[in-house]
């Protein structure tokens, strides 16, 4: 099994767009440093789980097979990557907390 963390900023990402402290301008100066919004891939090479789906998730899950999305919370950080999902060509399962739970999210109305 592997764990690829791709993000680990807060919601705005390292650097922030004008700040002047002296993590973000390091930040600017070393790429290695710089940090997403939080999400992460779980895999053990038959079945593939994508933790959170932050603004920029689709250019990571491209060319995987992905077996279903997991929602921590619905913080706009953790879930804006579905909204470019919403039209990819397969079908993904996404699991997200509803009342202390992890529910199943059905697809919703038809497209026609």
């Not at 992460?40 to 090479?45: A, C, E, L, V």
């Amino acid at each position: 099994m592997f764990v690829w963390i791709l993000g680990s900023g807060a919601s705005d990402g390292i650097p922030v767009l004008g700040c002047t402290c002296s993590h973000c301008q390091l930040a600017r100066r070393v790429k290695f440093l710089r940090r997403r919004t939080t999400a992460m891939i779980i895999s053990d090479f038959d079945s593939t789980i994508v933790l959170d789906v932050g603004f920029d998730i689709s250019e990571y899950i491209e060319d995987l097979k992905i077996d279903g999305i997991l929602i921590s919370h619905w913080h706009y950080d953790h879930t804006s990557g579905l909204f470019r999902l919403r039209y990819s060509a397969r079908s993904l399962s996404v699991f997200a907390p509803y009342r202390g739970f992890f529910l199943r999210i059905e697809e919703g109305p038809s497209k026609s």
